[in-house]
């Protein structure tokens, strides 16, 4: 498996895009500040649904954990992220 890195080129929105839009992953608030120092997944994960990706969210153990679908809510799999 590739291991990703957060980096200072890439927006944390874009990261996430590539780390779990239709991948299957998911990733709860915890492990994202533990593995990838991002803090605020939920914020990130509202800006990504309003520029359309379909956000998937379900309580796990206390915690809420969010995926990104391949398609956006135009059935489109285009990247809306520059």
């Known amino acids: 498996m590739a291991k990703y890195r957060l980096n200072e080129n890439k927006s944390q929105r874009q990261f996430l895009v590539d780390y779990l839009r239709g991948s299957g992953r998911t990733l709860t608030p915890t492990e994202a500040n533990k593995?990838?120092?991002?803090?605020?997944?939920?914020?990130?994960?509202?800006?990504?649904?309003?520029?359309?990706?379909?956000?998937?969210?379900?309580?796990?153990?206390?915690?809420?954990s969010y995926g990104i679908g391949a398609l956006d809510k135009y059935g489109s799999r285009k990247k809306l992220l520059v």
């Open 35 to 64: 593995k990838f120092k991002i803090q605020k997944l939920g914020s990130r994960m509202s800006e990504l649904r309003s520029v359309g990706l379909q956000i998937t969210k379900q309580k796990m153990h206390n915690e809420t």
